[in-house]
């Protein structure tokens, strides 16, 4: 349906786009820092704030978007018609055919591809924890179920995304914890995400990187442990990031020679500890307890999030290694995985 309508627009009145996608821009902006007020969102866009105001009077006269003395918000309808026109935007960019082929040769039972570039837009960063969350209540039902959740940025914002309730549920760290903030490590968001479903949380205290005889020791003399390892290793959902090989090697403290040596072996891509090629070849794993990728055979469906053109290599190496069902990313990664693959 949209296709079709997007290819009369472009025949009949393309100097319309300009300004649906502009409109489009703020509407989704204004969503996800309601409420906010014009300058705010004039800085937020990087536009005037004379053009800000002239799209948002339009917007409030169409009854989209009220105004209070806190700033502005969408009204219900606005998020009707957002919904709408997001899948709209999507057509327009080529991304619904776009989303087929990716899945059809990355072997995934879905792709979904968010307009935009990650990297540069903070809306877009957000709209992919959108994504993964909408995803996420597909999946969840009423039994007792466990979601199982990686650390890092975008996970945080999975977590922020959750406006439903699954009291049912039981939400675990994938891995045990990278040395990073503490707002973006995985007990802080399982316990995050938790607390919005309405469910329970396990924490897994036990940091990547230490000695293979360190940690069977720690892991041997703590039932908690064993508990939630085996929770995780058995979760109905998985929800993780991918991250590029070098960044990630860096951010675990690795030495400049272990890094050198990685990346030379050709190590692009990294997800749960485990160091990828372009082809999918594991050339190393960290230490850790949790997932890894040769587990996720038993895990019910495994949702990788992961968006700008920076990460496109990392996204082909951890598709490629197996085991994902749902990709959600970006249009600028999307359209550089597209030329890779």
Known sequence: ??????????????????????????????????????????????????????????????????FSQMGMTITVEGQVLL?????????????????DELSE????????????????DTAVRREL???????????????????????GTIM??????????????????????LGEKVENQANTIAAAMATKL??????????????????????????????????????????HGIGQAHEMAVRRGFDHEFVSELINSGAVGEALGHYCTLEGKNIYVTSSVGLHLDDLADVGVVVAVAGGQRKAKAIVAVTNAGGQDVLITDESAAKAIQSII
Do not use: C
Request: net charge neutral.
């Open 129 to 151: 924890g959108r994504a993964a969350a909408n995803v996420l209540a597909q999946y969840l039902n009423e039994n007792d179920m466990i979601v199982a959740v990686s650390g």
């Open 1 to 66: 349906m949209w296709k079709k309508a997007v290819q009369l627009q472009r025949k009949i009145a393309p100097e319309l786009i300009a300004a649906i996608e502009e409109r489009y821009d703020i509407l989704r902006s204004i969503q996800h820092s309601e409420p906010v007020g014009r300058r705010a969102l004039a800085a937020m866009l990087d536009k005037g704030e004379r053009v800000v105001r002239a799209q948002v009077e339009f917007l409030k006269n169409a009854g989209l978007v009220e």
């Open 198 to 239: 309405g469910g329970k949380y396990r924490m897994i205290h036990v940091p990547e990187g230490i000695s293979e005889e360190m940690l069977g020791v720690m892991v041997a003399n703590n039932s908690n442990i064993l508990s939630v390892a085996d929770m995780i290793k058995h979760a109905d959902v998985l929800i």
């Open 83 to 99: 919904k709408d026109l997001s899948e709209y935007i999507k057509a327009l960019h080529g991304l619904t055919t776009l989303e």
């Open 105 to 120: 040769k990355l072997g995934l039972k879905q792709v979904i591809i968010i307009p935009g570039d990650s990297d540069s």
């Open 156 to 177: 945080a914002n999975v977590a922020e995304a959750i406006h439903f309730t699954q009291p049912s549920v039981t939400v675990v760290p994938a891995r045990g914890g």
